[in-house]
C-alpha cells in the first residue's frame, strides 16, 4: 500500500500534535480531541485481543494495514504467497490443508482470502482519503428545498378561496392517461457493491487514488457502508479501523469527519458480539456530543435491525450538526405532517406518529406509500426502514436522470371490518379514507363501472362542501370540473354529466326534510361502505407464502409451496405465485388459473403465533369455525397475525352489536 498522507495521518497512522486540543463543531459546541500517546484500557482490549498476530500491531508505526483477528487475513495472506513459491513441492498438500483450517477458523467460515483482502484495504483506503477531505462544509445541516418543494406544490394545485383542488397538469396531459402504476416490491434493481466491485483483474484493490479523487463525499460513505452490508464478517475490521484513526488523532477537522463517519455506519448496522461491549465502552469513554449521538445511534440499531442500503444525502446532513431527519409526509386530506426520524425509523414507528398527529387513534389500516417518476410504490406499516426507500429512490434518480423529488405519502391499504361496515365514529380516519377514494377515482386509480355510481359520488362530494340547503348549478359545475375523472372532462359531456349529478341532489333533497341538516360523517361512511366493496382489489394486501398446508387429522395433508396469499377485510385467498406461473405457461394464452383456496374472513375462529420453525421459517396457525387448521409459513407471518387477529377482534365485536340491537 502506498503511503498517505492526509490531515496529519501517515501510512494511516497520527503524527504527534499537542495533546487535549479542542475542535468547534456545529452549534457552537467544543468537541475535546484526546492526542495524548497514553492507550484507553478498552483500546489496548482491542489491540491485544482481536488483532491477528503476525501482523504490526495496530497502533504502531508504519502500519500498513490493521487486520482483525477473527478474519485470519494475515494467516491466509502468507499461505498464499508460500503457495506461489512452492508450487508443486511434495509440502504442498500440508499447506493446503493448513489453508482449509485457517478458513474454517474465520470469521466467516469460508471466504476468498485475495477478495476479503481487496475489500479490507478498500474500506482502510476509503476511511483514510473521508477523514482527510478537504471539501465538505461540516457546518451543513440539512437542506430545506424537501420541505420548499412539497408545500410550493401543495399550494400550487389548491385555491384558498374555493379549497377545490386543481387537476395537475401531468394528470390531465394527453401523454399520461394511465394512473400510477403500483409495483409489487420497493427494490430497485441495480448492481450492489459487492466483491467484483472493488477487484480488478489481478485480484488486488480497485480503489486507487485517481478513482478516490472522482468520488463524491456521499459516494465513498455509501461504498464502505455497502461493504460492511455486503460482507457481515468484515464488519468489526470497519469499526477497528476507525476506531484506530479516531484514537489520539492530531488533526481536528480529521477527528470530527471521523466521528461523522462512525455515526453513519453505526445507523446502518452493529458491530458482532465479539467487540459490541468494547465499542460501546468506547463511546462512554469519551464524553462528547457526538460519542452521545453515536451510542444512540447504536441502541437504535439493535432494536430495529440492520440496514439493507447504504446512508442517503439526509443522513449525512443530519450527522454533520447531530440531529434528526425531518421528513414531511402527505396525508390524503392534502395536509403535510412533518415527522421526525432516524436512521433506524420503520414504517411502523411513523405510522404510529401520523395516527397520533392525525388523531386516528391507531394506525391499522394505513401505511406510508413513496411517489417518484410516476410511480406509487408501498412502504408498508412493518419493520422495513424508511431511510432505504429514500436511499433507493436516489439511487434510481441518479440512475435515470430523473430530477423529480420523492414524496412520501400516509394512505389506507387495506379496511378493517369496521371501517368497512360504517361503524366507527372517528372523524379523522373518514376523513382521510373519504378523500382518498375521491382523489383516486379523479385521477383513474379507481374506477366506477357504473355511471349512477359516480353521479352519486359527485353529488355526495357536493353534500360534503356545500350541504343539500340549495343546490346551486354553478357550484355543481365546479365540483364536475375539479373531481370527475380526466378522461370524462370533455366538453360534450361536461353537461350532461352537470346535469346527471343535479338530478341526483335533487332526488337526495327529496329524502331529507327542509330543516334536517345533513351528518356529513355520515355521507362520507356512505362513500367508504361503497368503496370497500366497488374498489375492494385496491383494497387488498398481497404476501408471499413458502408454505400454505392443510393440518387436519381427518383428511389428507394438502400443501402448497411458493404462492401468495391476498387477504382483505372479506376474504383471504390463495393464489399461484405469478412469477413461476408465467415460467411454466410461457405459450398459455387461456385466463388466469383459478384461486387455489378462498377462506371468508367471518370463518375464521382464531390465529395462532408459531415464531419460528426448526427450518428458520416464521410460522402461524389458522383455525376455522369449521374445525379446519392451516399452517402458514412466510417472512411477514407477524403482520399477517396481527391483520387477521384485527378482524376475528372485530368480527365478534360486529356479532355482539347485532346481537344487542
Not at 461491549?277 to 444512540?296: A, M, N
Not at 440531529?323 to 404510529?352: G, K, Y
Not at 401520523?354 to 410516476?374: C, I, P, T, V
Request: hydrophobic share 35%; glycine share 4%; net charge positive.
Amino acid at each position: 500500500m502506498s503511503p498517505v498522507e492526509t490531515n496529519g495521518v501517515v501510512n494511516g497512522h497520527h503524527t504527534n500534535g499537542a495533546p487535549n486540543s479542542t475542535l468547534k463543531v456545529p452549534n457552537g459546541q467544543e468537541l475535546p480531541v484526546n492526542t495524548e500517546k497514553t492507550l484507553s484500557p478498552v483500546i489496548e482490549e482491542i489491540v491485544c485481543n482481536h488483532f491477528a498476530p503476525g501482523v504490526k500491531g495496530h497502533f504502531e508505526k508504519r502500519t500498513n494495514l490493521p487486520v482483525l483477528r477473527s478474519t485470519n487475513l494475515s494467516v491466509l495472506k502468507r499461505l498464499k504467497s508460500n503457495y506461489k513459491k512452492e508450487s508443486g513441492s511434495p509440502d504442498m498438500q500440508k499447506v493446503n490443508g493448513t489453508a482449509d483450517r485457517a478458513r474454517r477458523y474465520s470469521f466467516s467460515g469460508s471466504v476468498s482470502n485475495s477478495s476479503d483482502m481487496a475489500l479490507v484495504r478498500s474500506s482502510w483506503d476509503l476511511i483514510l482519503s473521508f477523514m482527510g477531505d478537504e471539501s465538505e462544509a461540516l457546518e451543513k445541516g440539512q437542506g430545506t428545498r424537501l420541505f420548499e418543494s412539497t408545500i410550493l406544490e401543495r399550494r400550487k394545485y389548491f385555491s384558498t378561496k374555493k379549497k377545490l383542488w386543481r387537476k395537475q397538469s401531468s394528470e390531465i396531459s394527453a401523454g399520461n392517461k394511465s394512473p400510477r402504476k403500483r409495483p409489487t416490491s420497493m427494490y430497485i434493481e441495480s448492481e450492489p457493491a459487492e466483491n467484483k466491485d472493488v477487484l480488478n483483474n489481478n485480484g488486488e484493490s480497485a480503489i486507487s487514488g485517481e478513482n478516490l479523487s472522482k468520488m463524491t463525499v456521499l459516494e465513498k460513505i455509501q461504498f464502505l457502508v455497502n461493504i460492511g452490508i455486503e460482507n457481515v464478517h468484515l464488519r468489526d475490521e470497519i469499526y477497528c479501523q476507525l476506531v484506530k484513526q479516531l484514537t489520539c488523532n492530531p488533526s481536528l477537522r480529521s477527528n470530527a469527519l471521523g466521528w461523522i463517519l462512525l455515526a453513519l455506519i453505526m445507523g446502518c448496522f452493529s458491530p458482532s458480539n465479539k467487540i459490541l461491549d468494547l465499542i460501546s465502552r468506547f463511546l462512554d469513554d469519551q464524553h462528547t456530543p457526538y460519542s452521545s449521538y453515536c451510542k444512540g445511534k447504536l441502541t437504535r440499531v439493535l432494536e430495529n435491525g440492520e440496514r439493507k442500503n447504504a446512508p442517503c444525502s439526509l443522513e449525512l446532513q443530519a450527522a454533520k450538526s447531530r440531529q434528526e431527519i425531518r421528513l414531511p409526509v402527505i396525508c390524503m386530506d392534502h395536509s403535510v405532517r412533518t415527522i421526525w426520524t432516524d436512521s433506524s425509523t420503520t414504517a411502523e414507528e411513523m405510522c404510529r406518529k401520523l395516527a397520533s398527529k392525525n388523531r386516528l387513534g391507531d394506525s391499522f389500516g394505513f401505511s406510508l406509500y413513496l411517489a417518484l417518476n410516476n410511480k406509487l410504490v408501498t412502504l408498508g406499516n412493518g419493520n422495513f426502514h424508511i431511510l432505504d426507500a429514500i436511499s433507493q429512490a436516489e439511487k434510481f434518480s441518479k440512475l435515470n436522470d430523473v430530477q423529480e423529488i420523492w414524496r412520501i405519502y400516509y394512505r389506507r391499504e387495506i379496511f378493517s371490518i369496521s371501517d368497512a361496515t360504517g361503524i366507527q365514529d372517528n372523524q379523522m380516519r373518514a376523513l382521510l379514507t373519504y378523500s382518498q377514494i375521491c382523489g383516486g377515482v379523479q385521477s383513474g386509480e379507481y374506477q366506477c363501472l357504473k355511471a349512477q355510481d359516480l353521479a352519486l359520488l359527485m353529488a355526495h362530494q357536493y353534500c360534503v362542501r356545500n350541504g343539500l340547503q340549495k343546490i346551486d348549478m354553478k357550484r355543481v359545475t365546479a365540483i364536475c370540473d375539479q373531481n370527475l375523472p380526466s378522461r370524462l372532462c370533455k366538453d360534450n359531456n361536461k353537461k350532461k354529466w352537470c346535469q346527471m349529478v343535479h338530478s341526483t341532489l335533487k332526488a337526495l333533497h327529496a329524502k331529507y326534510q327542509p330543516s334536517e341538516k345533513i351528518d356529513t360523517l355520515d355521507i362520507m361512511q356512505q362513500v367508504i361502505r361503497y368503496a370497500s366493496k366497488a374498489f375492494i382489489d385496491s383494497f387488498t394486501k398481497s404476501f408471499a407464502l413458502s408454505r400454505f398446508q392443510r393440518v387436519d387429522e381427518n383428511l389428507d395433508r394438502s400443501s402448497f409451496t411458493d404462492v401468495i396469499m391476498t387477504l382483505n377485510h372479506e376474504k383471504l385467498v390463495i393464489r399461484c405465485n405469478v412469477a413461476v406461473s408465467t415460467r411454466e405457461h410461457e405459450h398459455d394464452t387461456k385466463s388466469p388459473e383459478p384461486p387455489l383456496l378462498e377462506l371468508e374472513v367471518r370463518n375464521l375462529k382464531s390465529v395462532e403465533w408459531l415464531d419460528k420453525s426448526d427450518l428458520g421459517g416464521a410460522q402461524l396457525k389458522l383455525f376455522m369455525s369449521s374445525k379446519e387448521t392451516y399452517l402458514v409459513e412466510s417472512t411477514k407471518a407477524k403482520e399477517i397475525v396481527h391483520i387477521i387477529q384485527r378482524f376475528i377482534d372485530e368480527t365478534i365485536l360486529c356479532a355482539e352489536k347485532e346481537s344487542v340491537a
